[in-house]
């Protein structure tokens, strides 16, 4: 699995985690990105993604108050 593939997995499976309101979810999901970061350091960053998906939910929820 490419390293963009594998972000990419990520992102996905932190919204599913957020809609389905796991936080327990959410962290290991989290600390998975971490670990990925690391481990690849000269590559994309997991945890980037990651903050892109927490800002488009938080500017979604603000559009709707």
Do not use: S
């Amino acid at each position: 699995m490419t390293t963009q593939t594998r972000i990419a997995v990520f992102a996905a499976d932190y919204q599913d985690a957020i809609a389905a309101g796991d936080p327990d979810l959410q962290l290991e999901i989290k600390l998975a990105a971490y670990d990925h970061d690391h481990a690849n350091p000269d590559g994309p960053r997991a945890m980037d993604a990651l903050r892109f998906v927490d800002r488009g939910r938080k500017a979604r929820t603000a559009q709707a108050a």
